[in-house]
């Protein structure tokens, strides 16, 4: 049984920064697509990046791009997501999670989540 499950979410000011991990047992994660999605209240879930499987080539949101970065740790087995000069529209609950695709965003493609760690950045 994969599962996977996300840990760092909190609380912090607009500017500030955020580690979240994905850590995964039951499979190697360098054999997935790895991506965070996040989905605030009202709203529709929506990517924000990737790590592809095998190139491990990145891809983000454009939203983010420039200041969130995400990372593997093989040896560790797990995904992260360093989110850097956060601002309150980045408030939501954000998800890891996994794909046999080699390069996708839609959230349907993705078969395996963890639970979510909220994040709320206060103005």
């Known amino acids: 049984q994969v599962q996977l499950v996300e840990s760092g979410g909190g609380l912090v000011q607009a500017g500030g920064s955020l580690r979240l991990t994905c850590a995964a047992s039951?499979?190697?994660?360098?054999?997935?697509?790895m991506a965070w999605f996040r989905q605030a209240p009202g709203k529709e879930r929506e990517f924000v990046a990737r790590s592809s499987r095998s190139t491990f080539n990145t891809y983000y949101a454009d939203s983010v791009k420039g200041r969130f970065t995400i990372s593997r740790d093989n040896a560790e087995n797990t995904v992260s997501l360093q989110m850097n000069s956060l601002k309150p529209e980045d408030t939501a609950v954000y998800y890891c999670a996994a794909t046999p695709w080699l390069s996708v965003v839609e959230a349907s493609k993705y078969g395996l989540w963890g639970q979510g760690t909220q994040v709320t950045v206060s103005s």
């Open positions: 039951g499979r190697a994660l360098r054999d997935w697509t």
